[in-house]
């Protein structure tokens, strides 16, 4: 080989080495730029890590510090807590699942002051039976060992209840225990001897004022009767020495003796009433009354007042409510007699309307009855407006100065109202009136009888003429309730005006401005139409007396109660309902008098008694004694009996057992009512179980003998005369 080929040959392996060389070297850096990048990569990641652990380092220093602020805490806590324990005067203390004694404070160990062993780790047993060994628990005539199961068996249960004990010195320790969720138990041993002993002293000074109630009610009871007795001889009396000849000055004084006694009387009923309520005395009676009839019965009463001041009383008895319930009629009447009574007293001009409505649950038999009595009256400002149902409350002296009154009719109503299970209320504004409501549930007294009036088929249209308004609205909405059309207008004018061919019957208002409801029947008459008018009545008497009274169908006399609107209706034609067959025959004239026998030992209440029947067209006997009373019974055959309670010889109660004995097997019971000074509950209801039906107490008052006597007329006797007068 040449040189030159050798070089060459030498020149391109050291090129050769030479790139090789530059490539490794690429390479060895690129390996270390890598190495570079991985190197800095850990340290990061170090340097994180490190951080990290430094962080949780901190942490565990933390948690630490924490840790120890919270068992001082809970140290704290706890010695805070056993502070508090430890200064509470009652016992406490807490028992393991198996009833060891985990800790007890200072006075629930201090009843076992002596007994060292009485400590934590003692078991529940035994300390029941140090508590009986040792005579620390008064357990009464109880045997101990008796005692123990009976507190053993409380503590074993789930939820022990609470239990009284007495200890050794009297003191007494109400022991609450409370079972926790693993079975430990917290005992409570509340020292309660401060609230026994004052629930004692209550007690004991409720029974000896229970005791001075009931001295108070008998002595309220015999004054009742020692006033009583002479007043019956003053109000009689003073009635009787009007009905002789007087000049003006004198009757003035009699009438005056007679008020100032009734008020009086008045008085002394309402602060019994109300002694009785307040001392639990009170009875009520359950007996079937007629509401409606009650209600009219009472506006009869204050008529004259109402009429005196040109007050209007109106009743609005729902048309389709029963009439019939079972209640005390006495003390609804009572209360209906406040009510009504107030309305009038504080109205001087417009109305009192007392308003019946009730919701009917047919299968329990009941009425849930809603009864208000509204007036135009004075009202009642709103801030006494509760005050005045409290005792001896009215609106304020200088108003109550010009009333007459003694403050205690409301609180009675009220406690009356609710011994029935109702609730009373009012509500009033000043100067536009108020109106009083109380509601009740009562049984019908027969449930069994539906409501079937019917208006004859022929009346279609009817046409109210009436200047009042409230009165319109009432009738409006009776007869619309009936089932017609029914329109209405103010004065006998307008009615002329609408007198349409439709119209089938005219309801009238005796008395209008211009043209009143006689000269409307004998205008509608001239006008050639033959439409039935009825007439209302503030004063039936007069309108049966005015000439024109034939142009007129039937007269009733204001307010109307519902039987006699009905009865009144029914004669304009037959029903659907009727046949001729069914028509009652025309009543024959009943041909005798009445015969009352009346028993009264003394002599001026016999005078009394005779003068105020004396006009009623009745037959009256007098007996002076049970024996003369039960020999007239069979010798006058009386349609009725009058019976004084205390006579001498034989008294009231055993005459009228006497009178019961010997209507035995002949189906006969004549009504005897009882004549009583007694007002006192017992009294009365001695007297009704002795077999009289009934009874009066004295003073005895004219219209109340007169209801017994109508009341009690057979079929067969003429009805006494003041009835039939005050009917008109
Ligand atoms: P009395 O009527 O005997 O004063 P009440 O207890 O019946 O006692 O009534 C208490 C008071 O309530 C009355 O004095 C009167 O001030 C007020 N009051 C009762 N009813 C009415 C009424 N209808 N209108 C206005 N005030 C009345």
């Known amino acids: 080989m040449s040189l030159a080929n050798k070089l060459a040959q030498e020149r391109r392996a050291r090129l050769a080495a030479e790139r090789l060389l530059e490539q490794k070297q690429a390479e060895l850096q690129a390996a270390n730029r890598k190495l570079d990048k991985h190197a800095q990569a850990l340290s990061e990641e170090i340097n994180e890590t490190r951080a990290e652990v430094q962080t949780v380092r901190d942490e565990n220093a933390r948690v630490k510090s924490d840790l120890t602020i919270a068992n001082q805490k809970i140290e704290i806590a706890e010695r805070r807590l056993w502070h508090s324990i430890e200064t509470i005067q009652d016992g406490f203390a807490f028992f393991d699942a198996d009833s060891r004694m985990i800790a007890a404070n200072k006075a629930w160990l201090a009843v076992f002051d002596q007994l060292e062993d009485v400590k934590p780790g003692i078991s529940y047993v035994e300390i029941l039976q140090y508590a009986t060994e040792e005579g620390i628990i008064d357990i009464a005539d109880h045997a101990p060992a008796e005692w123990r199961e009976t507190m053993l068996d409380r503590w074993q249960s789930p939820v022990p209840e609470p239990e009284i004990i007495r200890l050794w010195n009297g003191a007494y320790v109400k022991l609450i225990d409370q079972r926790g969720h693993g079975g430990d138990v917290v005992s409570l041993a509340l020292d309660i001897t401060d609230t026994i002993r004052y629930e004692q002293n209550l007690k004991s000074a409720r029974h000896r004022a229970e005791a001075a109630n009931r001295a108070k009610s008998s002595f309220l009871a015999n004054m009742s009767h020692e006033i009583r007795t002479p007043m019956n001889g003053v109000v009689g009396m003073a009635e009787l020495l009007k009905d002789t000849e007087l000049d003006e000055e004198q009757l003035l004084y009699a009438n005056t003796i007679k008020n100032s006694a009734e008020a009086l009387l008045v008085i002394i009923n309402d602060v019994l009433d109300y002694s009785k309520i307040e001392a639990e005395k009170l009875v009520l009676h359950e007996d079937p009354f007629d509401l409606e009839r009650c209600i009219h019965e ?165 046409l109210i003429v009436e200047p009042q308004d409230v009165t319109r609205a009432i009738l409006l909405r009776q007869f619309a309730a009936l089932g017609v059309t029914v329109r209405a207008c103010e004065t006998g004018q307008a009615a002329l005006d609408m007198l349409g061919p439709e119209l089938d ?17 004998e205008a509608i008459h001239e006008a050639g139409r033959d439409v039935p008018v009825i007439l209302l009545s503030a004063n039936s008497a007069t309108a049966e007396r005015d000439p024109g009274r034939r142009y007129v169908h039937a007269v009733l006399q204001k307010p109307v109660p ?47 008694f005779t003068k105020m029947l004396k006009d009623l067209d009745i037959e009256i006997e007098l007996a002076e004694n049970g024996y003369e009373a039960v020999a007239g019974f069979t010798s006058f055959r009386p349609d009725l009996i009058f019976m004084d309670i205390s006579m001498p010889e034989m008294d ?11 209507e035995e097997g002949c189906d006969a019971h004549i009504p005897i009512v009882a004549m009583t000074a007694h007002a006192m509950d017992g009294d009365n209801e001695d007297i009704l179980a002795a077999g009289l039906d009934y009874y009066l107490t004295k003073p005895l008052r004219r219209e109340a003998l007169i209801e017994r006597i109508t009341a009690a007329c057979p079929k067969e006797a003429r009805p006494p005369l003041q009835t039939v007068q005050a009917a008109e």
């Not at 019957?505 to 029947?521: F, K, T």
């Not at 009905?566 to 069914?582: I, N, V, Y």
């Not at 009231?652 to 010997?662: C, D, F, N, S, W």
């Open 298 to 462: 009472l506006i009869m009463l204050l008529q004259a007042n109402a009429r005196d001041k040109g007050v209007d009383l109106l009743v609005d008895y729902d048309l389709f409510l029963p009439t019939l319930f079972i209640g005390d009629p006495g003390r609804i009447r009572q209360v209906m007699t406040n009510l009504m009574g107030n309305a009038v007293k504080f109205t001087e001009t417009g109305h009192v309307l007392v308003r019946v409505v009730g919701m009917l649950n047919e299968t329990a038999g009941t009425v849930k009855l809603h009864v208000t009595i509204e007036d135009s009256g004075i009202g009642i400002p709103p801030d006494k407006v509760e005050h005045i149902f409290g005792e001896f409350n009215q609106v304020d002296d200088e108003t109550n100065r010009r009333f007459e009154g003694t403050g205690l009719g409301l609180a009675i109503s009220e406690k009356l109202i609710r011994m029935m299970g109702g609730e009373i209320w009012v509500e009033s504004e000043q100067g536009q009136g108020s109106t009083f409501g109380f509601s009740l549930c009562l049984p019908l007294a027969d449930p069994a009888v539906p409501f079937d009036f019917r208006l004859p088929d022929r009346i279609r249209s009817v």
């Open 505 to 521: 019957l005219v309801i009238a208002d005796h008395s209008m401005a211009e043209m009143d409801g006689v000269e409307l029947a």
């Open 562 to 608: 519902r039987g006699a609107l009905f009865a009144a209706l029914e004669t304009l034609g037959p029903t659907r309902a009727d046949s001729p067959s069914d028509k009652p025959p025309e009543a024959a004239k009943p041909p005798r008098p009445m015969r009352v026998l009346a028993a009264e030992d003394n002599k001026t209440n016999r005078l009394v």
């Open 652 to 662: 009231g109660k055993e005459a009228t057992a006497r009178i019961r004995q010997l």
